[in-house]
């Protein structure tokens, strides 16, 4: 993901705790944030490397930009389970964008490239595997802080 994303991941998922109430997917957002901030540094490595950025990694890059302000927007607004929908959505957005990626460049030579949206996919999948595993407990979190009508319910 570009620059853009983590930040926009930074700005609405920190400051101000929106998700404070949800400690272990505030870390692991935070987590993801960071292997987001690396990846962008691996891939333009490669794009250099080609001496070139391909208008099919700008497209995705582009489309992830814009779904990760959505998303940014959602947990803003208070609905982490909607956030953590979004997120979960997102993910496989990447793995499929990233499966794609690598097999372009694997077809065209480069094996460098390839290798890194192979890395950068793995991630991907384990934050998709992550948010699979404890979607339930978010959910579960949200529901009991809504029945005990406490005013952090929707964060
Ligand atoms: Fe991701």
Same mark, same amino acid.
């Given at each position: 993901m570009p620059e853009s994303m983590a930040t926009n991941a930074v700005t609405y998922t920190t400051? @101000? @705790?929106?998700?404070?109430?949800?400690p272990q997917l505030k870390a692991r957002i935070e987590q993801h944030v960071g292997e987001t901030r690396s990846q962008k540094v691996r891939l333009e490595a490669c794009l250099k490397a080609r001496g070139t950025a391909s208008s099919g990694t700008k497209d995705v890059a582009g489309k992830a930009t814009a779904f990760m302000q959505g998303l940014g927007g959602v947990f803003a607004g208070d609905e982490v389970v909607k956030g953590a929908l979004a997120s979960y959505a997102f993910e496989h957005m990447e793995i499929a964008s990233y499966k794609i990626l690598a097999a372009a460049a694997r077809q065209l030579g480069d094996q460098d490239t390839a290798q890194t949206c192979d890395e950068i996919c793995r991630e991907e999948e384990e934050m998709a595997e992550w948010l699979a595993d404890h979607i339930d407990s978010v959910v579960i979190a949200y529901l009991q802080r809504e029945s005990s009508g406490s005013s952090a319910s929707k964060r």
């Open positions: 400051p @101000g @705790g929106t998700i404070e109430n949800y």
